[in-house]
């Protein structure tokens, strides 16, 4: 087989995998609406409810111009970061219920290419929920913020797959364990501490998914700093979280869907 019918079939098995999401999206449409529409009112709850706040105390909105910008940026990266998380995580979980994760295994990709292709689809479907979630914030705030699409992109993308190393993780304990539901539920708020983890304080937390990509973003979207002016460490730690949660949660997968297989729990419940 040559090298250029290699990159037509995994282009082919991405759009399929892409394909296959859409529909799911398109032939629900009531739940997908509903989704957008609860992720913005929760938004708008908080917004103007401290809109409101700052009013009764003889405060103007104008001197929380910075913490509104927060508030978008960090509120963009979440929407992104939820979507990520439980599209992989519960994407998986519905495949071992449908009986249709065992196929994977046999597709002539191998699973671990059909698993890459599932990323690059969830990080696409991803970037699309979050944008259109940020057109409604700016709308709603009137605020105007940097989106440098050269440089906002990549430190989505490298804080986003932190995120999916988690999802991993939950659907690999998912395939063992089973209804998890509950437990898998609490990772969005964890996700918010990760968003929201004060970096200038604790430096360390930098380590952790998603903080610093969060940290970045923020500069990026609120200051107008581009990709090259960061600082190279900073780029460094944001590639080798990312890349490096992204495999370690694939590995935790591995293994337990090694065991799931072994003791005969795929698609048990």
């Given at each position: 087989m040559s090298a250029a019918t290699e990159r037509a079939g995994v282009g082919t098995l991405v759009w399929a995998v892409a394909y296959k999401r859409a529909l799911l999206l398109v032939r629900y449409p009531a739940n997908t609406l509903a989704s957008v529409l609860g992720i913005y009112l929760f938004?708008?709850?908080?917004?103007?409810?401290?809109?409101?706040?700052?009013?009764?105390?003889?405060?103007?909105?104008?001197?929380?111009?910075?913490?509104?910008?927060?508030?978008?940026?960090?509120?963009?990266?979440?929407?992104?970061?939820?979507?990520?998380?439980?599209?992989?995580?519960?994407?998986?979980?519905?495949?071992?219920?449908?009986?249709?994760?065992?196929?994977?295994?046999?597709?002539?990709?191998?699973?671990?290419?059909?698993?890459?292709?599932?990323?690059?689809?969830?990080?696409?479907?991803s970037l699309l929920w979050g944008g259109s979630v940020l057109v409604l914030m700016l709308v709603t705030t009137d605020r105007?913020?940097?989106?440098?699409?050269?440089?906002?992109?990549?430190?989505?993308v490298l804080a986003l797959l932190s995120v999916v190393g988690i999802g991993f993780v939950f659907a690999g304990a998912a395939l063992v364990y089973k209804r998890i539901e509950n437990v898998t539920q609490l990772m969005q708020f964890v996700i918010i501490g990760l968003v929201a983890a004060p970096v200038a304080d604790l430096p360390a937390l930098r380590y952790l998914p998603l903080v610093q990509g969060s940290s970045m973003l923020q500069q990026a979207m609120g200051e107008g700093t581009r990709l090259?002016?960061?600082?190279?460490?900073?780029?460094?730690?944001?590639?080798?979280?990312?890349?490096?949660?992204?495999?370690?949660?694939?590995?935790?997968?591995?293994?337990?869907?090694?065991r799931a297989r072994r003791e005969g729990l795929m698609g048990q419940y």
């Amino acid at each position: 087989m040559s090298a250029a019918t290699e990159r037509a079939g995994v282009g082919t098995l991405v759009w399929a995998v892409a394909y296959k999401r859409a529909l799911l999206l398109v032939r629900y449409p009531a739940n997908t609406l509903a989704s957008v529409l609860g992720i913005y009112l929760f938004f708008a709850v908080i917004f103007f409810g401290g809109r409101a706040a700052v009013g009764g105390m003889g405060g103007g909105a104008g001197a929380l111009g910075g913490t509104f910008d927060a508030l978008v940026v960090g509120w963009f990266l979440w929407t992104m970061s939820t979507v990520a998380y439980f599209g992989l995580a519960q994407g998986i979980t519905q495949e071992s219920q449908w009986g249709t994760l065992e196929q994977l295994y046999m597709s002539p990709y191998g699973f671990g290419a059909v698993m890459g292709a599932r990323v690059v689809a969830l990080l696409g479907e991803s970037l699309l929920w979050g944008g259109s979630v940020l057109v409604l914030m700016l709308v709603t705030t009137d605020r105007a913020l940097s989106v440098d699409v050269l440089t906002v992109v990549p430190v989505v993308v490298l804080a986003l797959l932190s995120v999916v190393g988690i999802g991993f993780v939950f659907a690999g304990a998912a395939l063992v364990y089973k209804r998890i539901e509950n437990v898998t539920q609490l990772m969005q708020f964890v996700i918010i501490g990760l968003v929201a983890a004060p970096v200038a304080d604790l430096p360390a937390l930098r380590y952790l998914p998603l903080v610093q990509g969060s940290s970045m973003l923020q500069q990026a979207m609120g200051e107008g700093t581009r990709l090259w002016q960061f600082p190279a460490a900073e780029v460094a730690v944001l590639v080798a979280a990312g890349v490096g949660y992204c495999l370690a949660g694939y590995a935790v997968f591995r293994v337990a869907a090694r065991r799931a297989r072994r003791e005969g729990l795929m698609g048990q419940y």
